[in-house]
Nanobody
Framework: QVQLVESGGGQVQPGGSLRLSCAGSGSIFRIADMSWYRQAPGKQRELLAAITSGGSTNYADSVKDRFTISRDNAKNTVYLQMNSLKPEDTAVYHC????????????????WGQGTQVTVSS
């Protein structure tokens, strides 16, 4: 079994910061790309940022220069540092990781976390 568990969400005032974490556990052999998405009520899920196992990153225009994705391969963890938060950043934030398990070392599957709520409000 493989699990991804997000943490670090909460309520913050506009202009504030939060750092989300997403830790993988279970029978993980290797993790390739890791990414963060968000979904606001009534809207489609949006890809925010992605990072390869080598550390190359990509960002959506809506969060570029405000959010930073990073990862700790030894801890199977990906982070999202969010600065200058705006009310429109309010959403449930999910991580996704492409993982090969110990039982299937050459088969890559996408796994999702359960999500963490971020609310930006004064």
């Amino acid at each position: 079994q493989v699990q991804l568990v997000e943490s670090g969400g909460g309520q913050v005032q506009p202009g504030g910061s939060l750092r989300l974490s997403c830790a993988g556990s279970g029978s993980i052999f290797r993790i390739a790309d890791m990414s963060w998405y968000r979904q606001a009520p009534g809207k489609q899920r949006e890809l925010l940022a992605a990072i390869t196992s080598g550390g190359s990153t990509n960002y959506a225009d809506s969060v570029k220069d405000r959010f930073t994705i990073s990862r700790d391969n030894a801890k199977n963890t990906v982070y999202l540092q969010m600065n200058s938060l705006k009310p429109e950043d309010t959403a449930v934030y999910h991580c996704k990781a492409k993982i090969a398990t110990i039982a299937s070392r050459f088969s890559w599957l996408d796994y999702w976390g359960q999500g963490t709520q971020v609310t930006v409000s004064s």
